[in-house]
């Protein structure tokens, strides 16, 4: 028995790596699937536009399709670009050999403009690879084209589903929301003669490959063996979050981050693991005159381009907090955690990206002294100094203060403190890459 699921992609490459199958093997490894290829074409491409297309002879895509299908088996299958009506009739007829489920994107335009199926082409994918399909995920430009209407709104979006369900036979219809005006990105389904709608804000990000991306994420849920529903709700959330962690490359439209979507949580628990064994590090350590008034915080973010607010950076629940002799952590490690030592570690974390742990500990001139003598990099930040509307400004002191610290020294800081102010304690902070080169740290001022 095969315990992977598998799915197909029939579709052109790009060069880029940001649509085309480069999209779709990488959505499909984001959901655990194993990802099988026929390619229609090679484009070569980039975020700005698409320079030269080579199509495949039609038979040596009918045989990619075959070859994996006979031997390894496909649980479900999605068509990207296929660029003229020959390709179009040899998938058609290939595909009909077998009964996978079929996710048809009918890519007709790369958002930087460029033509990836050919004007006279259009009919043949009404005529033979939509009545196949299980699921159609027209945008707003495919669907008008291949409805023949204007959409315009919601309602619109609506009609153009059914008719074209309707008119070809598809089974059923998401026409996508991301073109259509308003705040919200609606997509709007139609399937077994009833509408269902998927709601998402439109996200600031990148959105090169979000066609590919989002029938990709279906076909992997479909051949997971979720319904059709159900494979559609998760693939919105997938792409929602794709977008909003696109990767900033290139010097046009920048592609989707398919990786967000495991690597945020495979993050989140080593960041949980390694945090919770050195806050264990740390009592054991027992450093009780290290710990303030205010008490102690030990902070590890996730990495950039993921952390973003406070909710990214795990810390300590309640602080770790001196019981007469001993060192204890009141809570669990979490993430949003913590306030003051987030907001210092997101701030050094403009500077120094790999610099993603932290901790406070009681200042006293001693243990300044003992950090330079031990050739720790030490900077700090003066409280009189920060300007008026800083000060008037809700938390915007300590990404001041970790700032002009960072400025001030020629080299990056190991530790950084500050001499506080009226009813605030004075800190010093000490920061590393992770939690056990913080610790590293801390150990040469015991
Ligand atoms: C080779 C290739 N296939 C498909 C597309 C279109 O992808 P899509 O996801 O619709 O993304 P945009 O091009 O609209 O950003 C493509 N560009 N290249
Ligand atoms: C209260 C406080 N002030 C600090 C400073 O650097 O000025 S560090 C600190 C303790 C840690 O706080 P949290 O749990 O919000 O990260």
Redesign the pocket.
Known sequence: MRLVKTALTI????SGG????E?DLKTFTAFGVHGLVAIT?V?A?NTQA?TAIHDIPPDVVSEQIRAVAEDIGVDAAKT??LSNAEIIKAVAKTVKNYDFPLVV?P?M????G?P?LREDAVDALIKYILPLATLVTP?RFEAEKLSGMKIRTVEDAKIAAKKIAEETGAKAVIVKGGHIEGEEAIDVLYHNGSYRLYRAPKVEGC???????FSAAITANLAKGFGLEDAIEVAKKFITLGIAMGHRIGHG?CPVNQSAWIEIPAEKWRIYEELTRAVREFEEMNPVKFIPEVGTNFVYSLPLPYARTRDDVAGVKGRIVRVGNEVRAVGPVEFGASDHLARAVLTFMKFYPEYRSAINIRYSEETVRLAEEQGLVVSFYDRREEPEEIKEREGATIPWGIESAIKRVKQRPDVIYHLGDVGKEPMILIFGRNPREVLDKLRLLL
């Open positions: 579709a052109g490459s790009d940001g649509a085309g199958i999209a074409s484009t491409q698409v990207g670009m994107d890519v335009i790369a958002k930087s460029a990836l945008n959105t090169h490959g979000t066609g590919c991306s439209h």
